[in-house]
Nanobody
Framework: QVQLDESGGGLVQAGGSLRLFCAAS????????LAWFRRAPGKEREFVAA????????YYANSVKGRFTISRDNFKNTVYLQMNVLKPEDTAVYYC????????????????WGQGTQVTVSS
């Protein structure tokens, strides 16, 4: 059974930083592209960042480019999202997702999802 377990969310002031973690089990981690999505209250789930199988390429939404960094450790079966210079508009539930072999920005194209971790940025 595939599981993606996110952690690291919390409450932070604007301008602060958080690091999210997503630990995967039940799949061959290195065969999956990984991504982070988020859903703010009253909004659709939106793409945040994605990383290819070996971690050699990354992709970001324009709204987080230059502030967020996605990375992965294929030995620890973990993907990370380092979030710096956080803004109140970054407040959302953040989800980790896995897709077989290739990245995508559409949430419908992902095979597995975690339960999410709440990030709240106060002004």
């Amino acid at each position: 059974q595939v599981q993606l377990d996110e952690s690291g969310g919390g409450l932070v002031q604007a301008g602060g930083s958080l690091r999210l973690f997503c630990a995967a089990s039940g799949l061959t981690f290195s065969d999956y592209a990984l991504a982070w999505f988020r859903r703010a209250p009253g909004k659709e789930r939106e793409f945040v960042a994605a990383i290819r199988l070996s971690g050699d390429s990354t992709y970001y939404a324009n709204s987080v480019k230059g502030r967020f960094t996605i990375s992965r450790d294929n030995f620890k079966n973990t993907v990370y999202l380092q979030m710096n210079v956080l803004k109140p508009e970054d407040t959302a539930v953040y989800y980790c997702a896995a897709r077989y072999r290739s990245t995508a920005t559409s949430p419908q194209r992902y095979d597995y999802w975690g339960q999410g971790t709440q990030v709240t940025v106060s002004s």
